[in-house]
């Protein structure tokens, strides 16, 4: 299981946490959710999973919290006042919010959560910490409490030993400013939300490509903001993403920006057939639009960005590589809306 949490650190991390600018995965304070704005308080994943007697399943849920840093300069009468930035000693010190790595994990057996539904109630501090700039001025580094709850239960499924496995993580923090705008509501948020799901005996079941007995029930499962893909050999493991991945996906070792996505049995060690397509001139034809590199898309989950090539795996599907920010994702056709120039 440490080798499955140390490949979904580094994923979480090259595609969640870096450049530290979350824009998904973010679970806002219920107060402030509105589903009509794309806010939301809540996530949810279910998979499939094949335990093993006497099964215990270990849950991660990692997320970033945002702190904010203020840079105050010293006034000649002793006092502190608030600046953009501060030159000490040649190093320049910036205002910004900056963020805070957090991580929860709960280990439980699984036939207890075949007979009740567990809670995993869990609080995040707030806190403020003070630098002393020498004689100049000082970092003042203030976040706010969070609070939340992971949600786990499972439901097993008929003529198979095989459970559903569901797993809500909700943002709980009691949290309300009248007329306070979103970037004072971050602060009370979790950013960048996924889970790890591992499993030390028994193995999850690929949704995306099941074995025929599970293809009814792969149907059945209802994700929210959160997308399960495989990890590790053995498929003990499961991570739950709110940006779309295959199952098995490692790093590219050239950047830790992108992500080669790999399917099971597939030894080449690239992701797209050149021989396939021209990724910078081939398109794609999507709800009567043609798709290219520079054409502008929504994603399903409410991010815009620009098509950067269009790409088709070892088994001929087309996939498009899109650039949200400073960031690159991956998504089919059909998880895609073409937008206007």
């Given at each position: ?49 094949e ?32 600046v ?28 207890e ?36 709850e ?24 009691e ?10 509501a ?147 056709p ?8």
């Open positions: 299981m440490t080798t499955a949490f140390d490949t979904a650190r580094a994923i979480g991390d090259a595609v969640l946490y870096h450049p530290r600018t979350p824009d998904f995965g973010v679970l806002m304070p219920p107060a402030f959710a509105s589903p009509q704005a794309g806010d939301f308080a809540d996530c949810r994943v279910e998979c499939l999973l335990p093993r007697s006497h099964a215990v399943l270990h849950v991660r849920l990692r997320f970033l919290q945002s702190q904010e840093r203020v840079v105050c300069r010293r006034g000649a009468d002793g006092g502190y006042d608030p953009a930035s501060l030159t000490v000693d040649g190093t320049e010190h910036t205002t910004w919010d900056e963020v805070v790595e957090r991580e929860i994990d709960a280990v439980l057996p699984v036939a959560l075949t007979a009740q539904r567990t809670c995993v109630p869990f609080v995040v501090g707030g806190a403020e910490r003070t630098e002393i700039l020498g004689r100049a001025g000082k970092l003042v580094r203030r976040s706010w409490s969070v609070t939340g992971l949600r786990l239960s499972a439901r097993v499924l008929g003529g198979r030993n095989g459970i559903r496995l569901r797993a809500d993580v909700v943002n709980t923090t949290w309300y400013e009248p007329d306070s705008s979103r970037e004072e971050l602060r009370h948020a979790m950013l960048s939300v996924h889970v790890v799901l591992a499993v030390n005996a028994g193995r999850f079941v690929s949704l995306t490509e099941p074995p025929p007995w599970a293809r009814a029930a792969a149907e059945q499962c209802e994700s929210h903001r959160l997308w399960p893909v495989l990890l590790g050999d053995n498929d003990a493991a499961v991570l739950a993403a709110p940006v779309t991945l295959y199952d098995h996906p490692i790093l590219v070792p050239e950047s830790e920006e992108r992500i080669q996505y790999l399917r099971r049995g597939i030894p080449e060690d690239t992701w797209w057939d050149p021989g396939a397509v021209c990724p910078e001139t081939d398109e794609v034809v999507v709800a009567g639009v043609a798709v290219s590199a520079g054409s502008r898309v929504r994603l399903r989950d409410g991010l815009i960005g620009t098509v950067h090539a269009v790409l088709s795996d070892e088994e001929g599907y087309l996939h498009l590589e899109i650039k949200v920010g400073d960031r690159y994702r991956y998504a089919t059909g998880e895609i809306e073409p937008l206007p120039v």
